[in-house]
């Protein structure tokens, strides 16, 4: 065995990884690559990272892994790493993204795993991953989603785009009202959907003063501030969209 080289490593040494970012594993595409498996090997070596005990832990190429295991063979290819827990799921998310291999949400709920379980900041995750820290903040925003529409999107049906522009729909039963246009196959678009939500706003926000307040608010706190007043009740909203923009605003308001 060689570090950093490629080696041919027994099946039964191999452990999955227990934090792997893709969860949805596609039948006909695992049984499609396992026929490959058959024919032609495993063509592409699987990424491992050495747990020490003389087993390896899969980094990158748990779809590979579970092929050749259909596939009846006893070792793989394999690059071996070493890892600790946080870098072998980073190292794990970097190879899923490169390869396309993730839906919208695992990589969502990857970046928020790395947030909260690894402690790492959105600028950091961006640095990790190669993406703009308001790429990440937008991805995860899609976690904010109803059950639904995050199955929607997870499935292909609701595409990024449409569902980071259905977030600007603050009303939550205008919010699905406009989902379920979308998925009864209405063709929007996202500037579509977005003119839909600013007319929307404009209707419910048609006292001058409670307009005012909000440009106010806007420019004293740089965000996005939505006031609702009816006869002395109601709610201030504001938005913050990445771990830097929360920490800004929160010290903002406790002064």
Do not use: C
Not at 24 to 48: C, K, M, N
């Amino acid at each position: 065995m060689t570090m950093g080289g490629i080696s041919e490593i027994d099946l039964e040494k191999i452990v999955a990884n227990p934090n792997q970012p893709r969860v949805t594993f596609g039948h006909q595409e695992l049984e499609e690559l396992t026929d490959s498996v058959r024919r032609h090997g495993i063509l592409q070596p699987l990424a491992l990272a050495d747990l020490g005990d003389g087993t390896y832990e899969v980094i990158a190429g748990e779809r590979r892994l579970r092929a050749a295991q259909m596939a009846g063979l006893k070792s793989v290819p394999a690059l071996i790493r070493e890892a600790n827990n946080s870098e072998r799921f980073i190292l794990a998310l970097i190879e899923n993204i490169q390869r396309e291999d993730l839906n919208p949400l695992e990589e969502a709920l990857a970046y928020e795993r790395l947030s909260k379980e690894y402690g790492l900041r959105t600028a950091d995750i961006a640095q990790q991953v190669g993406k703009a820290a308001s790429t990440i903040s937008n991805m995860t925003r899609l976690l904010t989603l109803s059950d639904d529409m995050k199955e929607a999107v997870k499935n292909g049906r609701l595409s990024v785009g449409n569902a980071k522009a259905l977030l600007s729909i603050i009303d939550p039963a205008a919010r699905n009202k406009l989902f379920r246009k979308l998925m009864a196959g209405e063709k929007l678009t996202v500037r579509d959907i977005e003119a839909k939500a600013q007319k929307k706003s404009t209707r419910t926000h048609k006292d001058p003063q409670v307009m005012a307040m909000e440009e106010e608010l806007r420019g004293h706190y740089s965000t996005k501030v939505s006031v609702s007043n009816r006869a002395g009740r109601g709610r201030i909203i504001m938005e913050f969209f990445s771990d830097e923009e929360y920490e800004a605003l929160v010290q903002k308001l406790l002064k």
